[in-house]
């Protein structure tokens, strides 16, 4: 079988335990195991300009997957990262235009950056290697690689949403990004809805022409599939059980019969956060029942501390927080705990055990793995209840949570006071029908399907272009 090679913005490199990675990364390092492979990106380090050398990359060899690294200077990360992956792009694929920041420096510095990965690429490739690139990061990777006359198989698969043509085709470069796009031989989609939205943008472009799942547009042909992304939820159970460490005793005991909800996320507008704590109020506003007995905990770990949208939701919270907690709250009790803090992922996974409701309430989400690891986390027997947000890829599958509108407040409320007096027995049963959506939809099952979808593209779809 060809060798699998791997293209990321961030790459993980291997630290010897299996349990403290991630799940995406996890079924990308068993995916390039299988047929020995190459993960190739972005080590997270920042060179003072001037200092990068274009041959420097860290090659590292271990458990048969060969790493290799490199840094970005300071202008590079500025431009292509800060500026347009994450002021442009994040932005407008989780619909919020008026955050978009566009400057053609940095749209420039954004393609100057992926041609250079695509060149620094080239030395290691083998002619029937098969490249999988993942992300918003590398949208124009593909057409770089082809300009330097790479025929290998190229797929991609964005993790995020992809918005609709009207959102879409604001962005000034949105006719370069689609040619692009084009470039690659299999687009994959979190949802069925992501694929559409873009399908429905190159229509708008160009005239398309589908058959299937295989489409001819600007002069190439390429297929797309939808492959929602899963975890591996016996790992997750695995971590959740057990003894506790000795603060979370504490916790449960200080938490007597109180039932304790829970939220946990980066910090990022697109998570709803600040319509999640309103929705909170209007519970403890309009059913005063539960006041006293209940506790929220919100884990906010910063992210891209240094853009300023999420210094302004950080200040947000914190003042949300302090209000609603010196409206509600008494000299016994906390109504609401917000964390900018980061937490082990094993301890969180306990800490989902331990709690009666997770609310996962994203504004956009191209999937949300923290529903499924909460899904995943809780106790067969007494299990806690998610509400998650219709806007979430993840909705599409677990629709046995309690589904709801982040943006009506009071629907949220309403579904909270449910969650709260829900019996054991429909708890159960909700849980039952989400663990058999996990187990089926794993993290295995992702990656297998879109590599063998990647893999049987056929020679005449990939030289028509």
């Known amino acids: ?56 990359l860290a090659m590292l060899d271990h458990d048969g997957i060969t790493y290799a690294s490199f ?5 590079d990360y500025d431009l292509y990262y800060l500026q347009f992956s994450n002021a442009v792009l994040w932005p407008a694929f989780h619909y919020r235009l008026d955050l978009v920041n566009f400057q053609r420096e940095a749209w420039e510095g954004y393609c100057r950056v992926n041609t250079r990965l695509a060149e620094r690429l080239l030395p290691l490739l083998q002619p029937d290697d098969v490249l999988w690139i993942h992300d918003y990061h590398l949208l124009p990777f593909a057409a770089e690689l082809r300009k330097r006359g790479v025929t290998n198989r190229i797929g991609f698969f964005l993790h995020i949403p992809f918005p609709t043509p009207e959102i879409f085709n604001a962005l000034p470069p949105h006719q370069e990004l689609l040619a692009m796009m084009c470039e690659y031989d299999l687009l994959g989609f979190q949802t069925d809805s992501d ?10 472009l160009t005239p398309l022409v589908s058959t299937d799942n295989v489409h001819q547009a600007l ?24 003894p506790l460490p000795p603060k979370m005793v504490a916790m449960k005991k200080d938490l007597g019969d109180a039932k ?7 910090l990022d507008y697109s998570k709803g956060l600040p319509e999640r704590f309103l929705a909170y109020e209007a519970l403890l506003e309009h059913y005063p029942q539960h006041r006293g007995n209940i506790r929220y905990s919100q884990i906010a770990p910063t992210s891209r501390g240094d853009v300023q949208a999420y210094q302004d939701i950080r200040h947000q919270l914190q003042t949300e927080a302090g209000r609603i907690n010196g409206n509600y709250g008494t000299l016994g009790w906390t109504p609401l705990y917000y964390l900018n803090q980061h937490f ?25 793995l923290v529903a499924k690891e909460y ?13 998650l947000s219709r806007f979430a890829g ?58 063998q979808d990647l893999r049987a593209v056929n020679a005449s779809q990939r030289s028509s272009g």
Request: glycine share 10%.
């Open 375 to 387: 899904v995943a986390a809780q106790d067969p027997d007494d299990p806690g209840v998610l509400i």
């Open 394 to 451: 993840a909705a599409n599958e677990l629709t046995a949570a309690l589904i709801v509108n982040p943006y009506d407040r009071d629907e949220v409320a309403a579904a909270l006071d449910q969650a709260l007096t829900m019996s054991r027995t429909e708890r159960i049963s909700r849980y039952n029908d989400m663990m058999a959506v996990l187990r089926r939809n794993d993290i295995t099952r992702w990656r297998t399907d879109y590599l």
């Open 219 to 242: 002069g190439h042909t390429f297929s797309t599939g939808v492959y929602p992304i899963g975890i591996e939820p016996d790992s997750i159970k695995q971590m959740a059980e057990g």
């Open 195 to 204: 694929r559409s939205a873009f399908l429905d943008s190159v229509g708008q």
């Open 260 to 266: 304790n909800i829970i939220a946990c996320e980066r």
């Open 71 to 75: 840094g970005l200077d300071q202008n």
């Open 1 to 56: 079988m060809s060798r699998l090679v791997v293209v990321s913005n961030r790459i993980a490199l291997p630290t010897g335990s299996k349990s403290s990675a991630g799940g995406l990364t996890v079924g990308i390092v068993d995916a390039l195991k299988t047929t020995g492979g190459l993960w190739y990106g972005w080590n997270g380090e920042i060179n003072e300009i001037g200092e990068e050398d274009e041959d420097d």
């Open 344 to 368: 082990d992922r094993r301890l969180l996974m306990k800490i989902f055990r331990l709690t009666d409701i997770g609310l996962v309430t994203p504004l956009r989400d191209g999937m949300n």
